[in-house]
T-cell receptor, first 115, second 116 residues
Framework: AQSVSQHNHHVILSEAASLELGCNYSYGGTVNLFWYVQYPGQHLQLLLKYFSGDPLVKGIKGFEAEFIKSKFSFNLRKPSVQWSDTAEYFCAVTPTGAAGNKLTFGGGTRVLVKP | GAVVSQHPSRVICKSGTSVKIECRSL??????MFWYRQFPKKSLMLMATSNEGSKATYEQGVEKDKFLINHASLTLSTLTVTSAHPEDSSFYIC????????????FGSGTRLTVV
């Protein structure tokens, strides 16, 4: 079974600072990878996803993530955060192919951006 | 894009009563839906996979008699929390496979259940 680990539980930073959230997964086969964001009081929204091809994926709101297969990592980055990026961020993975139904989430990283 | 509608968004019930949560796929058919539970300041835990026309598949440790799932049509899955207790208070979220990509997922807005 797959598992996902997010290294940071809480991150506090100032506006305009750069953000990088770590995500590592464990699975023996190929995977699809996702980053979701949950703003306070709102539901999960997809930031970006990786299925195949270019390992550098660009998502919404200036976010990007890089899939490094050798490191089983899919870290999320944003060069310059805004106060509105305050939210909880979840990395998720699902195996590709017919067995790829189950989406497994990491523990989440709560990001607080100070104005 | 594909939308999953979840209802109600909030519900308060008394201990011992049952609560039904609905999850509807709008403008697309979902043969499979997923039910998650999110504890405060915790991640989402998959509870069960809801399969249209057949029994749900529950994750280890989830009581199937406690959390009844029915997926009677291609656009509706329901989760019924039976004989609710305060420890069942949580945020419940449903999702479906994204019909456009067929690999991604779309999530409902969640249901905050409070059992008093």
């Amino acid at each position: 079974a797959q598992s996902v680990s997010q290294h940071n539980h809480h991150v506090i930073l100032s506006e305009a600072a750069s953000l990088e959230l770590g995500c590592n997964y464990s699975y023996g086969g190929t995977v699809n990878l996702f980053w979701y964001v949950q703003y306070p009081g709102q539901h999960l929204q997809l930031l970006l996803k990786y299925f195949s091809g270019d390992p550098l994926v660009k998502g919404i709101k200036g976010f990007e993530a890089e899939f490094i297969k050798s490191k089983f990592s899919f870290n999320l980055r944003k060069p310059s955060v805004q106060w509105s990026d305050t939210a909880e961020y979840f990395c998720a993975v699902t195996p590709t192919g017919a067995a790829g139904n189950k989406l497994t989430f990491g523990g989440g990283t709560r990001v607080l951006v100070k104005p | 894009g594909a939308v999953v509608s979840q209802h109600p968004s909030r519900v308060i019930c008394k201990s011992g009563t049952s609560v039904k949560i609905e999850c509807r796929s709008l403008d697309f058919q979902a043969t499979t839906m997923f039910w998650y539970r999110q504890f405060p300041k915790k991640s989402l835990m998959l509870m069960a996979t809801s399969n249209e026309g057949s029994k749900a598949t529950y994750e280890q440790g989830v009581e199937k008699d406690k959390f009844l799932i029915n997926h009677a049509s291609l656009t509706l899955s329901t989760l019924t929390v039976t004989s609710a207790h305060p420890e069942d208070s949580s945020f419940y979220i449903c999702s479906a496979r994204d019909p456009i990509t067929s690999v991604g997922y779309t999530f409902g807005s969640g249901t905050r259940l409070t059992v008093v």
